[in-house]
């Protein structure tokens, strides 16, 4: 793939250059990094002598442009599926070459070898004796050097492949400007034994970056004229090349070029080149995020949260605040933030006074569904080790091939809610991926895949900031329910800062979420009777779905009921809950068991009465 030809040379990158100089001074260069993408560079223009044009090349045509200034006479390759191939020669002398290493080493192009062929081949490329003749050097690429080798533990025969190339390495004498180079190509430095790959100081390890910001410009550039819809005015198209380059943090420049090709294929114009790369990460051409059925939703969202979360109608307008931010496309705008992920919410406050309920309705409210969101308890990660959890087994470990359960959810379904509940209780080294998270808004698997955040929603809970501890160790209260919300916010937020600041020593991770915070109040007198009666209601639906009766309670009953399931709200709506649980459906479990109602009928619960440490319903 190539540009148009252009009057200002473009310079070769910085680790082809440096291939460039180390095919003069080191037999053998090991590459590793990005090593299977594409890379802009420069040659001539076939038809205009005093130009060059810009050409997209895969690593071995990279390659051979450094090769053929230094008077290389051919390019081999070899990869286990397919043999060696002749990559690129020059007449005559090249070919020459090339019969003459086929001849030594015994092999035929474009037929797999065993090991002891490949050992071959290298010693043939490196020949002591031909490499004194007055032909040019050679260089043969292992495109895909690991895969030579089975696992941690070399066998035999691979250790003595190694064995061989590191002792002729030592022994290689220049050729011409260069030498017979053999050149490693690995996806990581130590796919390679550090015997091998560090120890041996004529092998020469160029890493190949991932693609910055302005090398993705420049791309970004050459491709867009390839996008439909473009417009016409050059401001205008550059801004769209921007565009493109800002929200393809992250990609390669073969995912780039794969994008316009996506864009193409679906119809998505130009100036929505967003979409493409959404869709490219994501796989998912619809956007929810966008839908006209999602702003409705958000229209009405107020009164829907605070039916279903009672009593926190300051930390809902402050979540609904943050999802307009989201959907409108202004998460991030002002940081110049285009891969993190849609929102991010960090959910203070004391236990029981509905976080996570909030979490489960926002899935609700933006996917459709409240099960649309992945939670998980913090508490159960406090291990260094329970990281492979999250993003799985490193490679060697049991499990590596079954993924992590974050990492493999979001690539299953990636318009998700995402709770980490209790974040404070994680083991401080989880803490690294939550930034990688909130900044990059991706993550790598441990089988080295990427996942992408940028379109679910992270929400962190927390209970810091309720209950400290004094100096002597003991705990202590932070804030109290006798305090209005405003001090209590303060209050909540003054610590977490403190704990992420200078308990935990992660103010890089405070930074993250500070402007996130969603303080929720305590549970007040009236909310917890609301709570109550929602509970009660709900016992007797149940009733009516099971038995097709009615259940229904005398005003003193049920004001028993209340009184005694809101006596103490430290545990919050999870604990006025428990207590119906024990005052009220216990004993009418067992009534109903013993006593099977009719369909039709109707049970009046007159008293509930304490019967030793059970309580008992007073019915007719």
């Known amino acids: 793939m190539s540009t148009d030809a252009v009057e200002r040379p473009a310079e070769r990158p910085a680790w082809l250059r440096e291939v460039d100089l180390a095919l003069c001074a080191h037999p053998q260069i090991l590459l590793t990094g990005n090593v299977r993408d594409l890379y802009r560079l420069p040659e001539p223009d076939p038809e205009h002598a005093d130009r060059v044009r810009v050409r997209f090349m895969m690593l071995v045509d990279a390659l051979w442009t450094a090769a053929q200034g230094r008077g290389y006479g051919a390019l081999l390759t070899y ?51 031909r490499r004194h003749a007055a032909g040019p050097p050679v260089a043969l690429v292992l495109v895909d050097a690991a895969r030579l080798f089975t696992g941690e533990l070399l066998a035999p025969e691979e250790r003595l492949l190694l064995a061989t190339a590191d002792r002729l390495a030592y022994r290689a004498t220049p050729v011409g400007k260069g030498y017979n180079t053999i050149f490693w190509v690995l996806d990581r430095e130590h796919d390679l034994p550090s015997w091998f790959a560090t120890g041996n100081h004529t092998l020469r390890v160029t890493a190949i970056p991932e693609p910055d ?11 867009v004229a390839g996008l439909p819809g473009m417009p016409q005015d050059p401001t205008e198209r550059d801004a769209v090349s921007r565009r493109f380059a800002e929200v393809s943090h992250g990609m390669r420049l073969r995912s780039m070029r794969d994008v316009v090709r996506l864009a193409t294929a679906a119809g998505i114009p130009g100036p929505r080149v967003d979409d493409a790369v959404r869709a490219f990460r994501v796989g998912v051409p619809d956007n929810p995020w966008q839908s006209a059925a999602l702003r409705e939703r958000l229209r009405a969202a107020q009164d829907n949260l605070g039916e279903r979360v009672l009593g926190q109608p300051d930390a809902v307008r402050r979540v609904l605040d943050i999802l307009a931010r989201s959907v409108t496309g202004l998460a991030g705008a002002h940081t110049g933030g285009h891969a993190k992920p849609r929102g991010v919410l960090f959910f203070a406050g004391p236990t029981g006074v509905g976080k996570t309920e909030l979490a489960k309705a926002l899935a609700e409210l933006l996917f459709g569904d409240e099960h649309a969101y992945l939670r998980f308890d913090m508490s159960e990660f406090a291990a260094e080790h329970t990281e492979a959890r999250l993003i799985g087994a490193p490679p060697g470990f049991i499990g590596h091939d079954a993924g992590g359960e974050l990492t493999n959810g979001i690539r299953q379904q990636p318009f998700r809610v995402v709770l980490f509940d209790e974040i404070e209780k994680a083991h401080p080294r989880l803490l690294d991926k939550f930034l990688q998270i909130l900044d990059d808004g991706r993550l790598t698997d441990g089988r080295g895949g990427t996942v992408y955040f940028t379109e679910a929603l992270i929400v962190f809970t927390t209970n810091l900031g309720i209950v400290i501890q004094d100096d002597d160790g003991k705990p202590k209260e932070n804030v109290t329910s006798a305090q209005d919300l405003p001090e209590i916010e303060q209050g909540v937020r003054q610590y977490i800062e403190v704990f992420f600041r200078h308990l935990l020593r992660r103010p890089e991770l405070f930074n993250r979420v500070q402007q996130s915070i969603v303080v929720f109040d305590f549970l007040r007198p009236e909310v917890a009777v609301a709570i109550a009666d929602r509970a ?41 809950v428990a207590a119906i649980e024990s005052i009220l459906v216990n004993p009418l479990a067992r009534e109903l068991f013993a006593n099977p109602p009719a369909v039709g009928q109707t049970l009046h619960v007159d008293a509930i009465v304490q019967d030793g440490q059970n309580r008992a319903l007073v019915m007719t």
């Open 213 to 223: 910001l302005e090398v993705r410009l420049r791309t970004a550039t050459d491709l």
């Open 536 to 576: 009660i209601d709900r016992v007797a639906e149940t009733v009516n779905r099971v038995f097709g009766a009615r259940l229904e309670f005398a005003a003193e009953a049920r004001e028993e009921l209340r009184k005694e399931a809101t006596y103490d709200l430290s545990n919050g709506g999870r604990g006025i």
């Open 79 to 129: 990869s286990s599926g397919v043999g060696v191939e002749v990559a690129a020669q020059v007449p005559e002398q090249g070919a020459a070459a090339v019969q003459a290493i086929l001849r030594e080493a015994d092999v035929e192009l474009n037929r797999p070898l065993h090991l002891a062929q490949v050992r071959d081949l290298i010693s043939a490329v490196v020949d002591v004796r």
